[in-house]
């Protein structure tokens, strides 16, 4: 199971970051990542990154504002974000996959979480 937090409202330029927690069990090796969706609009990639080894990819419209971790120790996968721009604001959504980053990447991944809002006001 996949646990989401860290959403909320912020303004326009201020940083926010979420945090996805993997239930024990989970296999040491697998993809994990976000999506979003903002209303009326289809959900889109955001990053991924793979657990073992920590292999990131990021969607053309976050990367270089975005960055995506894990912590071993926590089990914790996390995205810290910067300069947050309104467009950003949607419902995020963690999830993951044993077949890897790219799986999560195409959003295909077997496990999702529960979605945390991110609002960035203007």
């Known amino acids: 199971q996949l646990q989401a937090f860290g959403g909320g409202l912020v303004q326009t330029g201020d940083s926010l970051r979420l945090s996805c927690t993997a239930s024990?069990?989970?296999?040491?090796?697998?993809?994990i990542g976000w999506f979003r969706q903002a209303p009326g609009k289809e959900r889109e990639f955001v990053a991924a990154i793979q657990w073992s080894g920590g292999r990131t990819t990021y969607s053309g419209s976050v990367k270089g504002r975005f960055t995506i971790s894990r912590d071993n120790a926590k089990n914790t996968m996390s995205l810290q974000m910067e300069s947050l721009k309104p467009e950003d604001t949607a419902i995020y959504y963690c999830t993951a996959d044993t077949s890897g980053v790219t799986t999560v990447a195409l959003g295909r991944g077997e496990f999702w979480g529960q979605g945390t809002q991110v609002t960035v006001s203007s």
């Open positions: 024990e069990g989970t296999p040491k090796d697998y993809g």
